[in-house]
C-alpha cells in the first residue's frame, strides 16, 4: 500500500511541477522578449548591467562602462574610448587626481565647481547643467559639488594616452580605497625630496597606521566638506556663462544655445570640432536631444561619426540597422534591426552610417558624444529638410525603386515637418 502510494505521490508532484514550469515558462518568455532584444542588442548597455565601479562610498560613485570593442565585433574602433559616470551628493569634494587620458566631461545634473591645476596656477569654474569642459590628460583636478540639496551627474568621455582601453587615475591622498601615488616611491627618496624625515613625511601625506583622529585615513575618495570651507574654496570661480579671459580649458555650454533643429516634437543641440576649439582637438561632437512624448526622431544616420549616447531622462524606443551577410547564402545580405528599451542611464551606440530612429514614449531627454567627428554630416531618409534621398534625381529613383521616380517624390514630399514627427500619425 504504502510503496504504491509514495511512487504515486511522486508521478502527482513532478507533473504539477512539471506544469508549473511550462506555465512559468511561457510567461516568462512572453515577459521577456523585448527585453531579450535590448539584451541580445551589441549596441546596447542597460545601466544596471554594463558598468563597473571604481570608487563608492556614501557620498558618491565613479563607474566607468563595460569597454565598446569588447561588446561588440562591429565597434572596434571604439577601443581606445571610455565611458565614465560621476556622482555625487551636496556638499561633497572628488579629491585632487589626475588621469593617463584625455577627459571631456559633461554636466548632467547639478552645479559643480571644478579646478585644474597646473604648475603655474590654477583655474576654478563654476558649471552649470549642459556644461561641457576638456581636462587634458594629466592635469590635477577636484571637483565640489557646492550645493546644499541637489546630487551632481556628470558624465565624461576618456581617451587613454598610453594604452588603448585601459587608464588610470592617480590620486595624491591616501584614503581606504587606494593608496597615494607619492607612497610608491621609497623611503630614500622621499626624504631627499621633501628634506625631511620619513617619519614626518608618512604623518603628514600619508596618515600613520596607528594615528587616529584629525589626520586619520579619509574613507574614500569622495569625501564631505563644511559650508565654510565651499565657500572659501569657491569664492574665486570663474563662471562658466561669464566671458573670462580666454582660456584653452574655458567650460562652454550645450543647451543654452540655439538648437541646430527644434519644431514642436523636439529639438536637437549640437557643437562640432568646426565650431569650438576643444572638441577640434580631441575630434569630438557633443549633442543633446530632448523629445516630446510621442514624438519619432525619424530615420537617419551620421556620415563618420560614431555615436556614444546616454539617456538622461524618460523612456523610448530604439530602432537601429545595420547589414550582415546571410549565414547559409554567400553573396546574399541582410538588413538586421536592432532593438532596444531605452530608459534613464541606459547606454547605446550608433555606429558611422548606421540608420537609427528613435520613438519618445515618454519625454526623452539623451546626450551623446560623437567620436570622429570632424566633417560628419546627418542625413535624414525622410522628412522635410536635410533629407538625402530627395536629393536623388527622379531618373535614378525610376529604376532604384518598383514605382515610377514621380511617386517616389510624392511620397517623399508627403512628410511636411522634418527631423521630429508625430510618431503615431492619423492615417
Ligand atoms: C511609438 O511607441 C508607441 C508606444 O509604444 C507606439 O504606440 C507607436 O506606434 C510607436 N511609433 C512608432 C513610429 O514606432
Given at each position: 500500500?504504502?510503496?504504491a ?8 508532484g ?17 515577459h521577456?522578449?523585448?527585453?531579450e ?8 548597455f ?9 570608487y ?46 584625455d ?13 585644474l591645476?597646473n ?17 587634458p ?6 571637483l ?16 587613454p ?6 587608464f588610470?587615475?592617480?590620486f ?11 607612497q ?17 613625511i608618512?604623518r ?52 543654452n544655445?540655439k ?24 575630434n569630438?561632437l557633443?549633442?543633446?536631444?530632448d ?21 538622461t ?23 538586421q ?11 547605446f ?10 520613438n ?37 529613383l525610376?529604376?532604384?525603386f518598383?514605382?515610377?521616380?514621380e ?21
Amino acid at each position: 500500500m504504502t510503496r504504491a502510494r509514495v511512487p504515486l505521490l511522486l508521478l502527482f508532484g513532478i507533473l504539477f511541477l512539471a506544469s508549473l514550469s511550462v506555465s512559468f515558462g511561457i510567461v516568462h518568455q512572453e515577459h521577456q522578449q523585448s527585453q531579450e532584444e535590448s539584451e541580445d542588442n551589441p549596441f546596447y548597455f542597460n545601466s544596471d548591467k554594463w558598468f563597473h565601479t571604481l570608487y563608492r562610498n556614501q557620498y558618491g560613485h565613479l563607474r566607468v562602462l563595460q569597454r565598446f570593442d569588447q561588446r561588440s565585433e562591429q565597434i572596434q574602433n571604439l577601443e581606445n574610448y571610455r565611458l565614465v559616470e560621476f556622482k555625487s551628493k551636496p556638499n561633497t569634494l572628488l579629491l585632487p587626481h589626475h588621469a593617463d587620458a584625455d577627459l571631456l566631461l559633461f554636466v548632467l545634473n547639478g552645479g559643480p565647481v571644478i579646478t585644474l591645476v597646473n604648475p603655474d596656477g590654477r583655474e576654478s569654474y563654476i558649471l552649470e547643467q549642459g556644461d561641457a569642459q576638456k581636462i587634458p590628460a594629466g592635469t590635477i583636478f577636484f571637483l565640489i559639488n557646492p550645493d546644499d540639496n541637489e546630487d551632481l551627474r556628470i558624465i565624461k568621455l576618456a581617451i587613454p594616452v598610453n594604452n588603448p582601453h585601459i587608464f588610470q587615475d592617480f590620486f595624491l591622498s591616501s584614503t581606504e580605497a587606494q593608496q597615494s601615488y607619492l607612497q610608491g616611491f621609497s623611503k630614500n627618496v622621499l626624504e631627499a625630496s621633501f628634506d625631511t624625515e620619513f617619519k614626518e613625511i608618512n604623518r603628514v601625506l600619508f596618515g600613520d597606521e596607528e594615528q587616529q583622529g584629525e589626520e586619520s585615513q579619509q574613507e574614500g575618495v569622495i569625501v564631505e566638506l563644511k559650508r565654510e570651507q565651499i565657500r572659501e574654496l569657491i569664492k574665486h570661480a570663474k563662471s562658466s556663462s561669464r566671458k573670462a579671459l580666454s582660456s584653452q580649458n574655458e567650460p562652454f555650454n550645450l543647451i543654452n544655445r540655439k538648437p541646430i533643429y527644434a519644431n514642436k516634437f523636439g529639438r536637437l543641440f549640437e557643437i562640432t570640432p568646426e565650431n569650438n576649439p576643444q572638441l577640434k582637438d580631441l575630434n569630438v561632437l557633443i549633442s543633446y536631444v530632448d523629445m516630446k512624448q510621442g514624438s519619432l526622431l525619424i530615420p537617419h544616420y551620421n556620415s563618420r561619426a560614431r555615436v556614444i549616447a546616454v539617456v538622461t531622462k524618460g523612456d523610448g524606443k530604439l530602432e537601429l540597422v545595420g547589414q550582415r551577410e546571410h549565414q547559409e547564402q554567400e553573396e546574399r545580405w541582410e538588413v538586421q534591426r536592432y532593438r532596444a528599451e531605452l530608459s534613464e542611464d541606459d547606454v547605446f551606440i550608433i555606429p558611422a552610417a548606421y540608420p537609427v530612429a528613435i520613438n519618445a514614449t515618454s519625454n526623452l531627454n539623451f546626450f551623446a558624444f560623437g567620436i570622429n567627428a570632424e566633417n560628419n554630416q546627418r542625413n535624414f531618409l525622410a522628412g522635410d529638410k536635410d533629407n538625402v534621398i530627395s536629393e536623388i534625381p527622379t531618373e535614378v529613383l525610376d529604376v532604384t525603386f518598383p514605382a515610377s521616380g514621380e511617386k517616389v517624390v510624392k511620397l517623399i514630399k508627403k512628410q511636411s515637418e522634418s527631423y521630429f514627427v508625430d510618431a503615431q500619425p492619423e492615417q
